[in-house]
Every structure is written in structure tokens, then in C-alpha cells.
């Protein structure tokens, strides 16, 4: 990822409210949406640090 995308990927994965267009019925609904992708995320990411593709911030000192 690039720096443009870092920083939209920081604010969808912080911010349930940031896609405000999609449609939903309710809030709720939004934010079990926005609960999923996380955790799909999370999983993804997980996944790169354990195959050496990723590093953590917190591990990774310069």
C-alpha cells in the first residue's frame, strides 16, 4: 500500500460513519456491517504479518 492508501484504510477502518452514502436500513445494520469488514480485516492482516509480509508498527523500529 501507498500513503494515499494507508491513510483512507486508516480512516474506513476507525470510523464506522465514513462510507455515509452506502444505503443500510438502520444504524445498527451499518455498524454490524462496518464490524465484519473489520474483523475480515484484522484476519487479512493477521495473516500478512504471520507469512513475513507485514511487519506491526509496534515491532518495527527504524
Known sequence: MNKYDMICYEKTYNDSL???DVEVSTKK????NWTECR???DRFFDELVARGYLVPRSQHKS
Open 18 to 20: 465514513y462510507w455515509e
Open 29 to 32: 445494520e451499518r455498524s454490524e
Open 39 to 41: 474483523c475480515l480485516t
